[in-house]
Each structure stands twice: as C-alpha cells, then as structure tokens.
C-alpha cells in the first residue's frame, strides 16, 4: 500500500504562483512515478505533469508546459508542484497518484494505483 497526501491548495488571483506538495509513503515500488492530476467541476479528471522518481524524468501536458514545474525531494519523500502564471482555467481539484514504471511516463489515470484526496487550488480572474 502506498499512501499520498497533497497540500497547498488555495484561492489565488491570475498570474500569481502557488506550490502543491504530495507526500508519499508505505511501501513504494523500486521505480516509480508520481503524478498530478486536476479535474475541474464538470469535467473529466486530466493528466498535469509526473515525475520518475529515480531519474528525475519529468512529462508536463500542453496546458501547463512552461507554467508549471515538477519536482521531487528523496530525503522527504515528497514531490511538488510549483504552478506560476496561474490562469482561471487551472481552477480544478489537484489529486497526486502514483504508479508502477520504469521509462514510461503515463498520462491515463487508469494507470496510477493510489491517490491522494485532491486539494482546491482556485483561480480567480
């Protein structure tokens, strides 16, 4: 079982940054990737970036490319995700997951295991 709890949701404006942490722990997989996700109110859950936990590879979806930076801390166990340039269209429910992998870097969320219980991150224009 592994275990996944985010924080640093909040109501910001456009154009400000906010930081989302995960952490994670329990019995973690000898190569795995941890991914946030997002799913605004009336749409579909949508993959926002991962992170490969042993190389560091990182994958980001169109939307956020330049935006938003992934990052992992291994003494922590945390991984983070540091969002500028908010815009009103990242308003949306943050979850982190996590899955099994080794080179690959899924974008489905059927792929990932274990989630964490979302944080509100709010965008206001």
């Known amino acids: 079982q592994v275990q996944l709890v985010e924080s640093g949701g909040g109501l910001v404006q456009a154009g400000d940054s906010l930081s989302l942490s995960c952490t994670v722990s329990?019995?973690?997989?000898?190569?795995?990737?941890v991914g946030w996700f997002r799913q605004a109110l009336g749409k579909e859950r949508e993959f926002v970036s991962a992170?490969?936990?042993?190389?560091?590879?990182?994958r980001y979806a169109d939307p956020v490319k330049g935006r938003f930076t992934i990052s992992r801390d291994n003494a922590k166990n945390m991984v983070y995700l540091q969002m500028n340039s908010l815009k009103p269209e990242d308003t949306a429910v943050y979850y982190c997951?996590?899955?099994?992998?080794?080179?690959?870097?899924?974008?489905?969320?059927?792929?990932?295991?274990?989630w964490g219980q979302g944080t509100q991150v709010t965008v206001s224009s």
């Open positions: 992170i490969i936990w042993n190389t560091s590879r990182t």
């Open positions: 329990g019995r973690t997989d000898e190569s795995y990737a």
């Open positions: 997951a996590y899955t099994t992998t080794i080179y690959t870097i899924y974008t489905d969320r059927v792929r990932y295991n274990y």
